[in-house]
């Protein structure tokens, strides 16, 4: 039996961005945008109300020429699973079951048509990774005909949020159905970022199977609610124990200890 045949059968996606790649170009913030049909506004000077699944930030290091270094972090969804499968900040609260956390695999799906924009999650997400709709999309003229049919708009009024494309995991199981199989390979589930990247940043896989890179290269420790084995492997704010299945990557130790940055006074959970 292969490693691959061994592996937990319970998915858990999850994805490795390795900062020292990502140039800061956007490009996974512009796929994002296209696959999931992210409206946007005329005006979107005011970043509080656009709508960015997939985030690109800047970090500096605070240091003047020629000590200053600069590094861009893209942040999706975290997909948290919490201290206990599906303890996530935001399934937690929602009050209407509108976001939930898929067992099968590690996604933390939002349900549009039960949402009722209460925008608990908002407020309990860390990661600042959901948008709310103040308004009903609106595309220039012509461009509804190139929306994406599989994955629905959302309308004014409630929240929305990175699926890790879902619906191309609903696609590419349909596929593997109809050719009578039940196992997926590695290439056949991705991202629209982890496409577009073309620094190749965003690596996608399952963290349960030893096969795919993305265990490779964060090891995760089951034993310690998947935090990375690696030493150049991070997650955001890890002290928090949101256990998020996204992981990073960098060289750098000012890179390292921003993703987790924390007040001198505060009091430190360990985990
Ligand atoms: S990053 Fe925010 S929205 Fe995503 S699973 Fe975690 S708490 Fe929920
Ligand atoms: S597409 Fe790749 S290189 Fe460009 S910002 Fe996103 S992760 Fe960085």
Redesign the pocket.
Known sequence: MSKAQEHNKAKKYGMVIDLDKCTGCGACMVACMAENNVPFKKDESDKLLSITWMKVYKLTNGKDFPDADICYLPRP????EGQHSGH????SVCPATA?DYSTDTGI?SQIYTRCFGCRY?MA????H??HFNWWDPVWPAGMEKMLSPDVSVRMRGIVE?CSFCFHRYQRAKDKAYMEDRRELEEHEYQTACTQACPAGAIIFGDLNNPDHEVHKIAQPDPGHHGRPKNPNAFRLLERLG?N?KVYYLSSREWVRKAGDNYLKTEKINKH
């Not at 969804?77 to 948290?80: D, F, G, L, P």
């Not at 996530?88 to 399934?91: H, K």
């Not at 309990?124 to 990661?127: E, H």
Request: proline share 15%.
């Open positions: 969804c975290q997909h948290c996530s900040p935001c399934v976001t933390v999650c309990a997400c860390p990661y990774a959901r949020k949101t998020p």
